[in-house]
């Protein structure tokens, strides 16, 4: 299983990738939100204090089909459940996976960046 770090390094290693806390000032110092961004827009997003899962974007019609086959992915934490899913990372997603579904996320963010 991937940690903090590698990940991290992970979502910062795609072309153009940014990362930020824009929740602060929401979470009053309870918690931390990692974002990454490409072009401005997320893509991927987790707690730094309490790394178990990460919210990834995905595109609606692979979500049933992900969630049917991994028992580790679910509900977004905080993101609209039609676009967002979250992904335990103790589970049964493996980090090829995982780095997999990052990317999809990065990439389907991106073009949609370049369409509008």
């Not at 309870?30 to 204090?49: A, W």
């Not at 019609?61 to 049917?68: A, P, Q, R, S, T």
């Not at 679910?74 to 990372?89: A, F, H, I, T």
Request: charge should be neutral; charged fraction near 30%.
């Amino acid at each position: 299983m991937m940690n903090i770090e590698e990940f991290r390094d992970y979502c910062l290693s795609l072309p153009g990738v940014s990362e930020g806390t824009p929740f602060e000032k929401f979470s009053k110092g309870k918690f931390t939100i990692l974002v990454f961004y490409v072009e401005g827009h997320m893509f991927c997003y987790f707690n730094i204090d309490d790394f178990k899962a990460v919210t990834i974007k995905c595109d609606p019609n692979e979500m049933v089909e992900l969630k049917e086959r991994y028992q580790a992915i679910g509900e977004p934490y905080n993101g609209d459940k039609r676009y967002w899913m979250s992904v335990e990372l103790n589970g049964d997603v493996g980090d090829d996976e995982l780095r997999a579904l990052v990317r999809k996320s990065y990439q389907l963010v991106k073009s949609r960046r370049k369409t509008r």
